[in-house]
């Protein structure tokens, strides 16, 4: 049986394809509510649900009193198989994510919270963390040229580098790679997991996401040579200002 396309569908589809084909810019304001509702001959109620699935879908933001824009970002590119054993002490942040944010001709910055805290469940079992062992946590926001690019919260075993300047405030040089390999826990090995789901409200108030903008969760666990879990980061990325890249090498 055929489907039958809605009102609704037939605004937001010529309006998605008008932004697709670049008829409407990023950062191009969308005629008003009457003007589409004249445009297309439907009512009121019709334009605001087109609307709101563009916004949904991340196409379309709105602003009190501004009206309608066609959202302009642009992505961030981040290379996540790029070594993360950082040398430099001529600039800060230094890790390879804001190395990266550089050679894109941008700027990064970050925002570091530093607290010793009993990790979540999944946390802790990642960790190896038995009954009432703490962890050190560096809760990050990361920025990009003056906005907000991703959250990225930092564990590792508050028994492997309680005291050291990884449990210090602010940007660790030449890296926390760098004080682990000094205690003998470098890591060898890393494992990444990505999820994609909807951010909690607390996630996409500090984000600043348009409504319906999903995320993506990075978590990366780290071992040293034997076998001991390091480092687990989580990361949360909004999907609308980030693409993950991995770079792998094939044997013949």
């Known amino acids: 049986m055929r489907r039958v396309t809605t009102l609704t569908e037939t605004v937001a589809d010529d309006l998605r394809a008008k932004i697709y084909a670049g008829e409407l810019a990023p950062g191009e304001r969308l005629p008003s509510e009457p003007e589409l509702m004249s445009a297309y001959g439907v009512s009121r109620t019709t334009v605001r649900r087109a609307l709101l699935q563009l916004i949904h879908e991340g196409l379309v933001q709105s602003q009190q009193g501004v009206g309608y824009h066609v959202r302009s970002v642009t992505p961030l590119v981040w290379v996540a198989s790029r070594p993360e054993r950082n040398t430099r002490m ?65 564990y590792y075993p508050e028994k492997l580098v309680g005291g050291t300047p990884i449990a210090q405030p602010g940007d660790v040089l030449p890296g926390t790679y760098a004080v682990l390999r000094d205690l003998g826990y470098g890591w060898v090995r890393s494992q990444d997991e990505i999820t994609i789901r909807m951010p909690t409200r607390e996630e996409s108030a500090r984000l600043g996401l348009a409504e319906g903008t999903p995320v993506g969760e990075h978590v990366r666990t780290s071992w040293a040579a034997d076998g001991t879990p390091v480092r687990l980061q989580v990361s949360v990325l909004p999907g609308d200002r980030n693409v993950i890249v991995y770079e792998l090498e094939e044997e013949a």
């Open 90 to 154: 001529d600039v800060s942040p230094a890790d390879a994510w804001s190395l990266g944010v550089r050679e894109q001709g941008r700027e990064p910055r970050e925002d570091i919270e530093v607290g010793i805290v009993a990790p979540p469940g999944r946390v802790a079992a990642r960790l190896g963390l038995g009954e009432g062992e703490s962890a050190v946590v560096r809760k990050r926001e990361r920025w990009v040229d003056g906005q907000v690019m991703l959250l990225a919260d930092t």
